[in-house]
């Protein structure tokens, strides 16, 4: 019997007639003669002939599309068009049988909404398994990236009693029979009688834990889950994600955005190296796609083209003030094409603005500085006012094409005093983040850190259009299937 091998090591190499054993589900069957069989490590099959004279009619009858295969033969250079090798098949064992009239992919273009609905089988078509393998590469890159800088990989709490945002949008973690909640006598919910005692929730971000552990081993960062209860049914939403958070001591947000801009530029190095032949497949798809457009809504650059524009270009870095003035002076904005209209400072950005910024006026990844402290979290270091009096914090978005904000991330307030002040201003309980407070009461430093939505990131590197459609199982306000 040959040496089991996969089917993306088998076709890179050149090896032939030598026996193997390839294992993996039929694509397509013709002529009763020739099996596309693909096993998952890359969108190519390799094509198996068989002797189909000489083959039970009972076995031929089972090899329909979707049924698992062990196939053992000789590798022959193929006859064929579009293949270097073809598999001379000796021996097939059937090891699961697919109904045809019943499985729901079959050999012609499906909707995305349709694989959505079937997101359990979706990962056989060529479309998902290339996205799948972009994302683990873009995984183990992020990991790679960080632990070769000496960072220390934290785990943060993925339940809690804190609220990082403050946005209030948590879903709500407990073990009360739900219909039959302890109540205090003045009619409260009774939390002390719940598991932990206390009101808790499911994370929005690590961050103020990652804090806590970049005051000690100076450098850490997380990748995990985060949840938001945001009823956002877009193409930009979901209720469970990942979150890449770094949290670095010593850092001033000039070291901040060094190191977010050289993450992205590293992993998405890594994923033109290491998944080439998947991401030329996604850009391809995205051209198909990109022809039902009008002209003036498709893109100008290619997906190889607008990953490798990101790696060629330094980000152009300016404040949020410099960059309300370019908007406010802009064509759209001047002819009112813009859906919010930039009136002036103080402006919330949309991305209609941030995607402006890099698509049209620079042309290059962007990332923004110093934004008013009025539409910014309470944890972010306060600037002294301008000469016209505005209050501006150490913020950092960077832009991305195609996306707008991609990373978003400051330099801490470091100082006890401003951040309790900014603490009050915004109604935030100091007593239920005496923890956090602790790590500027005892040996405060300069320090910094952001967060990389990671189901973003694979959005812009496999150039598909719907975050549901990047993470294996989306959550969604009125779905949690799967």
């Not at 997906?303 to 404040?319: A, G, I, P």
């Not at 209209?341 to 042309?363: A, C, I």
């Amino acid at each position: 019997m040959g040496q089991r091998i996969k089917i993306k090591a088998l076709l890179e190499s050149d090896d032939t007639n030598i026996d193997v054993t390839v294992k993996g589900w039929v694509r397509t069957f013709r002529n009763n003669q020739f099996i596309a069989l693909n096993d998952g490590s890359t969108n190519n099959n390799v094509q198996i002939v068989v002797d189909f004279e000489n083959t039970d009619a009972a076995l031929l009858k089972r090899i329909t599309t979707g049924a698992a295969l062990s196939v053992t033969g000789t590798v022959v250079p193929s006859l064929g068009k579009g293949q270097k090798i073809d598999i001379k098949a000796k021996e097939i064992e059937i090891l699961g049988d697919s109904d045809p009239e019943k499985y729901p992919l079959q050999p012609k273009k499906h909707s995305l909404e349709f694989l959505r609905e079937i997101a359990h089988l979706r990962f056989r078509t060529n479309t998902f398994g290339a996205v799948f393998r972009v994302r683990n590469s873009l995984s183990f890159a992020v990991h790679q990236f960080f632990q070769e800088r000496g960072f220390v990989y934290l785990h943060t709490p993925v339940v809690t009693a804190s609220d990082a945002e403050g946005a209030g949008e948590a879903f709500k973690v407990t073990n009360f029979d739900l219909d039959n909640i302890p109540r205090t006598e003045t009619g409260e919910i009774d939390y002390k009688q719940d598991f932990f005692g206390k009101a808790t929730n499911l994370t929005v971000s690590g961050q103020l834990e990652g804090e806590l552990g970049a005051m000690a081993l100076s450098d850490i960062y997380t990748f995990g889950p985060t949840f938001r209860a945001e009823n956002s049914n877009t193409t930009r939403h979901l209720a469970e994600f990942w979150m890449i958070e770094p949290e670095m001591a010593f850092y001033d947000l000039d070291d901040n955005m060094d190191l977010a801009e050289g993450l992205l530029k590293y992993v998405i190095k890594y994923a033109l190296d290491k998944n080439l032949e998947d991401i030329e497949f996604l850009s391809q798809r995205l051209q198909e796609e990109e022809k039902q457009k009008p002209q003036n809504e498709r893109s100008e650059m290619t997906l190889l083209e607008k990953l490798q524009f990101c790696l060629d270009n330094d980000f152009v870095r300016l404040t949020y003030t410099e960059a309300i003035d370019i908007l406010k002076e802009s064509t759209p904005n001047k002819k009112k094409k813009f859906q919010y209209l930039v009136e002036g400072w103080g402006t919330d950005l949309q991305s209609e603005h941030e995607r402006y910024l890099v698509e049209k006026h620079f042309k290059k990844p962007v990332i923004l500085t110093d934004y008013p402290k009025e539409i910014k979290a309470f944890y972010m270091r306060q600037n002294e006012p301008d000469a016209n009096g505005r209050e501006t914090v150490r913020a950092m978005d960077i832009l991305f094409p195609g996306i707008g904000e991609i990373v978003g991330g400051s330099q801490r307030e470091e100082r006890l005093d401003k951040l309790e002040q900014r603490m009050d201003e915004m109604g935030i309980p100091k007593e239920e983040l005496w923890w956090y407070l602790d790590t500027r009461r005892f040996g405060a430093c300069p320090h910094a850190g952001f967060g990389l939505g990671f189901e973003r990131l694979v959005l812009f590197v496999t150039g598909m259009g719907n975050i549901r459609d990047v993470i294996p199982f989306p959550r969604f306000p009125k779905n949690a299937e799967f």
